[in-house]
């Protein structure tokens, strides 16, 4: 899709920040190196020299029409580890917070993001490319024994994209049931623990669309604009 002219850049979403400058960050890594200082010079300066202070905000890869998102650095860090399919419990073990603290942060994603659940959660992340698909690893080596079948790949899909089970039964034409059991199957063949967890292993496999998140706004502001024209 050609880039947005930025005079005619829909309102930004919830979550949505304007154009803005970010120190590049490697992909994958939930937060960006630590920026230097005003007048800082990495090459010389000495050990005794003050540590720069850690990014408080994350920023998203930016729309063609130069919208981004941001997120806190404190909460960008579940990314990784949601996307590896960790439980709350073990995320909090992992980085030393209370379980609450996760659960909060993950709540703040979710409405930052506009996800409905954690699958969702990681697609969007991926798509934003707050984190890289390609350092999330499987639950043991090994590739996948056979591809997807179609049911198998539209569950993980309609998964990806918040659907429930029931929407995802309705829209495949199979039972709620045979969703969870489709599911399964993705999860064993991705070798993914967790659902979350086979969508960023989709990702990793091209198996789901990779398009930027911020194109549905234009999408839907030029379906406005086609109706209010007819």
Request: charged share 20%; net charge neutral.
């Amino acid at each position: 899709m050609p880039p947005v002219p930025t005079a005619t850049r829909p309102a930004a979403p919830i979550g949505i920040g304007a154009p803005r400058e970010r120190a590049a960050q490697p992909r994958g890594l939930a937060a960006a190196p630590p920026p230097v200082l005003p007048g800082a010079d990495i090459a010389t300066a000495g050990p005794g020299a003050p540590e720069p202070a850690a990014p408080a905000e994350v920023s998203g890869e930016p729309c063609p029409c130069g919208h981004t998102i941001v997120v806190a650095a404190a909460d960008a860090a579940l990314l990784l580890p949601l996307a590896c399919g960790l439980t709350t419990a073990a995320i909090a073990r992992q980085l030393g917070l209370k379980e609450s603290q996760v659960r909060d942060g993950i709540k703040r994603l979710r409405a930052v993001l506009g996800a409905q659940r954690i699958p969702q959660l990681v697609d969007l992340a991926i798509r934003w490319q707050l984190i890289d698909p390609d350092v999330v690893a499987p639950i043991r080596s090994g590739r996948p024994s056979r591809d997807l079948k179609s049911a198998e790949r539209g569950a993980l899909a309609n998964a990806a994209a918040g659907s429930s089970a029931e929407a995802s039964a309705e829209d495949l034409g199979i039972s709620i049931g045979q969703v969870h059991k489709v599911l399964a199957a993705a999860r064993d063949i991705l070798l993914a623990r967790a659902t979350a967890h086979a969508v960023a292993l989709g990702h990793r496999l091209h198996l789901l669309p990779t398009t930027h998140p911020h194109l549905a706004a234009h999408e839907s502001a030029d379906l406005t604009a086609e109706a209010g024209a007819a």
